[in-house]
Every structure is written in C-alpha cells, then in structure tokens.
C-alpha cells in the first residue's frame, strides 16, 4: 500500500458527462501529480500541484481540470467526455517537487470507461 | 512529443535468464532516471533510480546501465523470476518538476 487513496476505484458513464476523480496523497506529502495510462499511451503526465499551486503541466486537455484543496486533496474534473478518455487515471504524491530523484508515489488508479 | 523511448514493447525470458529493456532520451536536461515496476491493478512503484554521474547502479537482481553520451540507459534483471513478471516503465525527470514516462515494456517471465 502506497498511501495514496484514489475513489472511485471504477466508473462507468456517458459521453458528454462530467466526472470527478479524488485523490487523497500520502501523510505528509505536499505535491500530487496526475497521470492518465492507456493502452497505446502508457502513462501521460497531466498535471501536478504542490501545497495548492500548480507546479507544472504537461499534455492534459482543456476539457480537463485539477485543483488541490487546504487539506491537500486532490481533485481532477473531467468534461464533455468522449469515448477515447476511457482510461486509468493515476494519482500520485511526492514530499517535495522539484527536487531531482523525489520519490513519487502512485496510487491504484481509478478505472473509467467512456461508453 | 516523446521525450523517453521505451523498447521491447513486449519481452519473454526464460526463468533464470537475463531481462534488458533499453530506454533513450531527448532532452539533455533530465538528470533522474527512475524505472518503476507495475503489477496488474496497482500502481506503478519505484524500483530502481540512476543519476547522470554515475555509470551504472545494482540493487539485488536488478541493475540499471547508464550512457550519458548516447543518451541512453537499461534495465537488466538477472536472474529472472516468474515474480518479475510485470509491465516496467523507465522514466527521465528534471528540475522543471515533470517526470516522463516511457510507453511500457510488459516483461513475461516462463515458469
């Protein structure tokens, strides 16, 4: 157990539907970073925060957007949803970004299928 | 824009044989070079990080080759166990905060 806590585990929905993944980092850990893995992608960075600024960004959509909260809680919302966003959604956390060989750590993902 | 190149795609060792998966990079910028191990449903986990001054790095069966030169580095695992069957991803990071990943190597051990 990494100590990263992803929910939903699963999610099913509709095109065109918005969605809300949660992700609660580490005790500790002050930056989170969001991933998407697919099958031909492997794993896309999206974005990452840190103490509830984003740090920095990397191929996420527009029709994406993550905030993190006070309690350090994550959240990436997910709009206008077409069936290519069916993917693994990752969440991970590190203590401190920009430090070169900071550990990130991952959680299980949160499974969604675009149907 | 891929940033680390990842191949095999696929590989299947014998047990008891030597796993290599290579990795290339771009930018001359990235001096973290983690690889981490995933198992079907969960996360990927670090298993093994190199630094650009160092040649090489050995914990236990698994080793990382690094070529700054060629802008290259390896996973070798020695001795491979049915247990290391898994899907494993290199990865460059540096200090812009981003950590690239590669595509992925599943690795199948044989019994």
């Known amino acids: 157990d990494s100590g990263v806590t992803q929910t939903p585990k699963h999610l099913i929905t509709a095109t065109g539907q918005r969605v809300t993944l949660r992700c609660s980092p580490r005790s500790g850990d002050l930056s989170v970073y969001w991933y998407q893995q697919s099958l031909d992608q492997g794993l896309q960075f999206l974005i990452q925060?840190?103490?509830?600024?984003?740090?920095a960004k990397g191929n996420i959509l527009e029709r994406f957007s993550a905030q993190q909260f006070p309690d350090l809680h994550s959240e990436l919302n997910l709009s206008s949803l077409e069936l290519g966003d069916s993917a693994l959604y990752f969440c991970?956390?590190?203590?401190?970004?920009?430090?070169?060989?900071?550990?990130?750590?991952f959680g299980e993902g949160s499974w969604l299928t675009v149907v | 824009q891929q940033q680390v190149k990842q191949s095999p795609q696929s590989l299947i060792v014998q047990k008891g044989g030597i796993s290599i998966i290579n990795c290339a990079y771009e930018?001359?910028?990235?001096?973290?070079f983690p690889w981490y191990q995933q198992f079907p449903g969960k996360g990927p986990a670090l298993l093994i990080a190199?630094?650009?001054?160092?040649s090489e790095k050995k914990e236990g069966r698994f080793t990382i080759s690094f070529n700054k030169s060629a802008k290259q580095f390896s996973l070798h695992i020695m001795d491979s166990q049915p247990g290391d069957s898994a899907t494993y991803f290199c990865?460059?990071?540096?200090?812009?905060?981003?950590?690239?990943f590669g595509k992925g190597t599943r690795l199948h051990i044989l019994p």
């Open positions: 930018n001359t910028a990235f001096d973290y």
């Open positions: 925060y840190y103490n509830g600024e984003e740090r």
């Open positions: 991970a956390s590190s203590v401190l970004p920009g430090k070169t060989g900071n550990t990130i750590y």
């Open positions: 190199i630094r650009p001054d160092v």
């Open positions: 990865a460059a990071g540096g200090r812009d905060d981003k950590i690239i």
